[in-house]
């Protein structure tokens, strides 16, 4: 079974840039995430589809970031203007049902200088 | 929001020394997961515990699921280099279909040959 793929690997890009990544889920997962995880944090929720409808996005800074998965498959989140807080780890994870467990993409590192 | 206490924050053992961490919550859980993430990869799940007084071992690795559905605790025994990493507890909840997933902060683990 292929695992949760994510793309790119690595990005730098100057502040107020735009930027986007890309998640691949397992296939037959519902439930999508995407973290962020800054050096030396652990992951930090910042959307959750169940399909392709969102759950939850309670700690989406919606004023530059955005996801979208459509079909409920594939995701991407986007950032634009990107800031250079902004620099981390973006995770992407997915999950069968309730009660099952989470697995995770290698995630992109973003670096905005 | 939900918020996950994991400690300890960091270990500096000897190789063959056993290891425990833990993590507690004030709310109360469905699921916990523990991971384990290597420098530049993503989370990658070691164990997964569904129902609260759960003991579930995977190799040198032990954990459980607390009686309250509060609190979760990872044991290493006869540590090995490889271990080292940062181990990461997760949480899940499932409420009218949002298994949100909160993470701590992690343990960094190092092993002194």
């Known amino acids: 079974e292929a695992g949760v793929a994510q793309s790119p690997r690595y990005k730098i890009i100057e502040k107020r840039q735009s930027v986007a990544f890309w998640c691949n889920p397992i296939?037959?997962?519902?439930?999508l995430y995407w973290y962020q995880q800054i050096l030396g944090q652990g992951p930090k929720l910042l959307i959750q589809f169940q399909n392709n409808g969102v759950v939850d996005d309670s700690q989406l800074p919606k004023d530059r970031f955005s996801a979208e998965r459509l079909k409920g498959v594939d995701s991407t989140l986007k950032i634009q203007p990107a800031k250079l807080e902004d620099s981390a780890v973006y995770l992407c994870a997915s999950l069968k049902r309730e009660n099952t467990e989470a697995f995770f993409g290698q995630g992109t590192r973003l670096t905005v200088v | 929001g939900q918020q996950l206490n994991q400690s300890p924050q960091s270990m500096f053992i000897q190789e063959g020394e056993d290891v425990s961490m833990n993590c507690t919550s004030s709310?109360?859980?469905?699921?916990w997961l523990w991971y384990k993430q290597d420098p530049g990869e993503g989370p990658v799940l070691l164990i997964a515990?569904?129902?609260?007084?759960e003991l579930t071992s995977n190799g040198r690795l032990t954990a459980q699921f607390g009686i309250t559905r509060k609190d979760s605790f990872l044991n290493i025994s006869a540590s090995i280099p490889s271990d080292v990493g940062i181990y990461f507890c997760?949480?899940?909840?499932?409420?009218?279909?949002?298994?949100?997933?909160?993470f701590g902060s992690g343990t960094r683990l190092l092993v002194r040959p």
């Open positions: 997760a949480g899940q909840e499932g409420m009218d279909s949002s298994y949100k997933l909160i």
């Open positions: 296939s037959g997962h519902a439930t």
């Open positions: 515990l569904y129902k609260a007084g």
């Open positions: 709310s109360i859980f469905n699921t």
